[in-house]
């Protein structure tokens, strides 16, 4: 049955490339590691990255190019199309690849701006599973990426801390105020940069916030006691105060502060 239905996802992912492949502008088609897991596991998707030069289709192209889609959706925030093939849920991403080959130019000349939250869009590009390359456009970018300055990690690491500390801040002011709903969103920005931190200094791209938890703690390179504080911030026992909540975050942030110096680069 498992077999089966793996069997199935490829036949779908294939046929999918193909399809997308016709179009001439089509660069690479690349599979997210999502699709690896079990289709019955509510994490499974069938998540797809199609790099183009020149302009974006539009949504009638996108749409003829997946006539097998069914429950055809698309993002007005951003070229991101939503489909069921066969009851299988598929997302097809397109990213123009001038944009990503203006992204490497300003890594390598340590130029880079953090725009996104993390590093998943170049993780995208790293790890995804080739499903269709034309022009050698996937392979030079994987080698641009693969030598990416220290100085780019340098200033991941430098910006994910500064904003732990402001978001440590917030969190402070919302347990001082007993306010829940401003301690859980300053919580969520305290955990997202913590972790865009630690990724950064394992000099390693961020996977989809879906499989953090389970890739975090093999990480090589850890704060001591990360793990831990992270797990009793997220999931309190006992009636845990706000304070001593806050307590916990505040260890949390100064037990980066070892890693924020470029002796330990």
Do not use: C
Request: charged share 25%; no cysteine; aromatic share 8%.
């Amino acid at each position: 049955m498992l077999r089966g239905m793996k069997r199935k996802v490829r036949q779908i992912t294939e046929a999918l490339a193909e399809s997308l492949g016709r179009m001439q502008e089509i660069q690479a088609v690349l599979l997210g590691e999502e699709a690896a897991i079990e289709a019955s596991d509510p994490y499974f998707t069938i998540d797809i990255d199609v790099y183009l030069s020149g302009a974006m289709p539009d949504m009638g192209m996108r749409r003829s190019l997946v006539p097998q889609a069914t429950a055809f959706q698309t993002s007005t925030i951003g070229t991101v199309d939503r489909f069921l093939v066969e009851e299988l849920p598929v997302s097809v991403h397109y990213v123009r690849a001038e944009a990503v080959d203006r992204m490497l130019l300003r890594i390598n000349e340590k130029d880079w701006v953090f725009h996104e939250p993390g590093t998943n869009v170049l993780y995208r590009l790293e790890h995804g599973e080739v499903l269709f390359s034309r022009n050698g456009w996937i392979e030079e970018t994987r080698a641009a990426l693969a030598h990416a300055p220290a100085e780019f990690w340098w200033q991941a690491r430098l910006r994910s801390y500064a904003l732990a500390e402001r978001a440590l801040a917030d969190l402070g002011a919302a347990a001082h105020r007993l306010d829940d709903l401003f301690f859980i969103i300053s919580a969520a920005r305290l955990v997202r940069a913590v972790v865009s931190f630690v990724f950064a200094v394992n000099r390693q791209f961020e996977p989809s916030e879906r499989m953090i938890s389970e890739r975090i703690a093999a990480l090589p390179v850890l704060p001591d006691e990360l793990i831990g504080r992270l797990d009793t911030l997220l999931r309190p026992t006992g009636g845990i105060s706000l304070s001593i909540r806050r307590e916990i975050a505040e260890h949390m942030v100064k037990s980066l502060m070892p890693l924020t110096t470029q002796e330990n680069d």
